[in-house]
């Protein structure tokens, strides 16, 4: 799989920001029992709103996955879904001085469309945000009592748009501009 790093996860890009550094090179998702990839275009809720100093935030993401293509194939393979995620930051902020601090416990849940018209689901805990080379990306774990993709790797690389870039946006923050409550995402996820 092929992926285009435009811009940075949550936590990446708040490392990022006002410098508007360009993500790393492609990466491919590892070789494993099921391997499942979408894309998931999503509405960003921060609470309280992502602003120039550092606060405990929560960021809630729910849209859709599209696009999907999955090793698996006939009556069970999945065609689409729908995600929602509550990521718990200790620290959040439009500074790029400010660390990002992701909390234990945060979660993410896809619901599963399956081409015989069932439905199946993936509960993602182990969630951490990494960035390397300037790219952010998402990881985490399938549960076990998941009903697809129990114990498979969940990698997302994410791109945060709102009605501008998010990089200029929070630069406007940092020059006083009101803070940013809702944002849009993009995210090519692999699950591996």
Do not use: K, Y
């Not at 275009?41 to 809630?60: I, K, Q, R, W």
């Not at 439905?119 to 182990?126: K, M, R």
């Not at 945000?129 to 300037?134: I, Q």
């Amino acid at each position: 799989m092929s992926v285009r790093r435009s811009a940075l996860t949550v936590s990446a890009v708040l490392a990022a920001l006002a410098t508007g550094v360009a993500p790393a090179a492609d990466a491919a998702p590892a070789t494993a029992s099921e391997i499942l990839n979408c894309t998931v275009n999503a509405a960003v809720t921060f609470d309280p709103a992502l602003s120039a100093g550092p606060e405990a935030t929560t960021v809630t993401i729910g849209g859709t996955a599209t696009g999907c293509t999955d090793s698996q194939s006939g009556p069970t393979a999945v065609v689409g879904g729908t995600v929602t995620a509550t990521l718990t930051f200790g620290t959040l902020s439009c500074n790029p001085l400010t660390v990002p601090a992701l909390v234990p416990g945060s979660t993410a849940t896809f619901t599963w469309n399956l081409q015989n018209g069932t439905h199946a689901s993936s509960t993602i805990t182990n969630i951490a945000v990494v960035e390397v080379d300037g790219a952010g990306t998402l990881t985490g774990t399938v549960t076990g009592s998941s009903s697809r993709l129990a114990g498979e790797t969940l990698t997302a690389v994410l791109n945060i748009d709102s009605d501008q870039p998010i990089i200029d946006n929070c630069i406007d923050v940092l020059l006083g501009a009101p803070p940013i409550a809702h944002s849009t995402l993009t995210a090519a996820t692999a699950f591996s």
